[in-house]
């Protein structure tokens, strides 16, 4: 069993009745014109590898495919609200991408569409699991820079450095990490606000720990080692309890672009980060 993914690029101008279907699928296709909502939707399919070809499913009908039946979903609901004036909230939005799965469900065989993810801008995301409809899965990234020194006073000097290497810097060495918080929420609303969402984790994340000294200036690391490890355990306690509606699902941190850390508390599972 492998699971397969593959995001799609489209453009959806409202106010016209359709837009040029173009042939650059790696910019946009359908193409857009003129000042238009670009999106992404990645399909995860999951089954077993057929062995006359090495593949799950060819990617490019998985292309074919979701242009033909699903981004008319999103393009024909995008006209609807957008000519009447109507805001999408993310309940909305999830309707479409749950919609939009209906139209997908089938469309494979026996390979299972497992999972859709539709990439709002680089740093959001709202995602499904085909197994919950009742659950969406919103998650944004945020940035913040900070030193830290990997060291424990119980070792040895020589110890340390044996372990931590050059991050045992006495003088400490400094990252721009990247945070990617997840919330799961129900899916039929009530909505989340993504400006509320954003200051819980400003207020309880962010402000302790930007352009600040891990090991010195933040409360919790006096006898916990600033490894990005911890550094996801710590984000996940401040920020556990404190989404309405929703819960905190998952804490990523990444502290470099090639080193990252991913945290799920009690009861949550690594399926949708």
């Given at each position: 069993?492998?699971?397969?993914?593959?995001?799609?690029?489209?453009?959806?101008?409202?106010?016209?009745?359709?837009?040029?279907?173009?042939?650059?699928?790696?910019?946009?296709?359908?193409?857009?014109?003129?000042?238009?909502?670009?999106?992404?939707?990645?399909?995860?399919?999951?089954?077993?590898?057929?062995?006359?070809?090495?593949?799950?499913?060819?990617?490019?009908?998985?292309?074919?495919?979701?242009?033909?039946?699903?981004?008319?979903?999103?393009?024909?609901?995008?006209?609807?609200h957008l000519?009447?004036?109507?805001?999408?909230?993310?309940?909305?939005?999830?309707?479409?991408?749950?919609?939009?799965?209906?139209?997908?469900?089938?469309?494979?065989?026996?390979?299972?569409?497992?999972?859709?993810?539709?990439?709002?801008?680089?740093?959001?995301?709202?995602?499904?699991?085909?197994?919950?409809?009742?659950?969406?899965?919103?998650?944004?990234?945020?940035?913040?820079?900070?030193?830290?020194?990997?060291w424990n006073?119980?070792?040895?000097?020589?110890?340390?450095?044996?372990?931590?290497?050059?991050?045992?810097?006495?003088?400490?060495?400094?990252?721009?990490?990247?945070?990617?918080?997840?919330?799961?929420?129900?899916?039929?609303?009530?909505?989340?606000?993504?400006?509320?969402?954003?200051?819980?984790?400003?207020?309880?994340?962010?402000?302790?720990?930007?352009?600040?000294?891990?090991?010195?200036?933040?409360?919790?690391?006096?006898?916990?080692?600033?490894?990005?490890?911890?550094?996801?355990?710590?984000?996940?306690?401040?920020?556990?309890?404190?989404?309405?509606?929703?819960?905190?699902?998952?804490?990523?941190?990444w502290e470099?672009?090639?080193?990252?850390?991913?945290?799920?508390?009690?009861?949550?599972?690594?399926?949708?980060?």
């Amino acid at each position: 069993m492998v699971r397969l993914g593959r995001f799609v690029r489209f453009s959806i101008n409202p106010f016209l009745d359709e837009d040029s279907l173009g042939c650059n699928s790696y910019a946009s296709k359908p193409a857009g014109e003129g000042l238009s909502v670009y999106l992404e939707l990645a399909a995860e399919l999951i089954g077993p590898v057929r062995p006359e070809t090495g593949l799950l499913v060819n990617v490019s009908d998985i292309d074919r495919v979701v242009r033909q039946v699903a981004v008319p979903v999103f393009a024909r609901r995008i006209r609807e609200h957008l000519r009447r004036g109507e805001h999408i909230p993310l309940v909305a939005a999830s309707e479409i991408l749950w919609s939009a799965y209906e139209r997908l469900a089938d469309k494979f065989d026996s390979i299972q569409v497992d999972r859709l993810c539709l990439k709002l801008n680089p740093f959001r995301k709202l995602a499904m699991d085909t197994k919950d409809p009742d659950t969406m899965y919103f998650s944004e990234k945020f940035e913040f820079a900070a030193t830290h020194k990997l060291w424990n006073d119980a070792f040895s000097p020589e110890w340390n450095f044996e372990v931590f290497g050059k991050c045992a810097n006495p003088t400490g060495h400094g990252h721009n990490y990247i945070v990617e918080v997840t919330v799961a929420t129900p899916a039929g609303g009530p909505a989340l606000k993504i400006g509320q969402f954003e200051q819980t984790v400003d207020s309880h994340l962010m402000q302790l720990v930007d352009h600040k000294n891990l090991n010195v200036d933040v409360p919790g690391f006096e006898k916990r080692i600033a490894t990005v490890e911890n550094l996801a355990i710590f984000a996940w306690e401040r920020l556990e309890g404190r989404f309405d509606p929703g819960r905190l699902h998952c804490i990523t941190v990444w502290e470099s672009d090639r080193t990252y850390c991913s945290y799920y508390g009690p009861g949550e599972t690594d399926r949708h980060a």
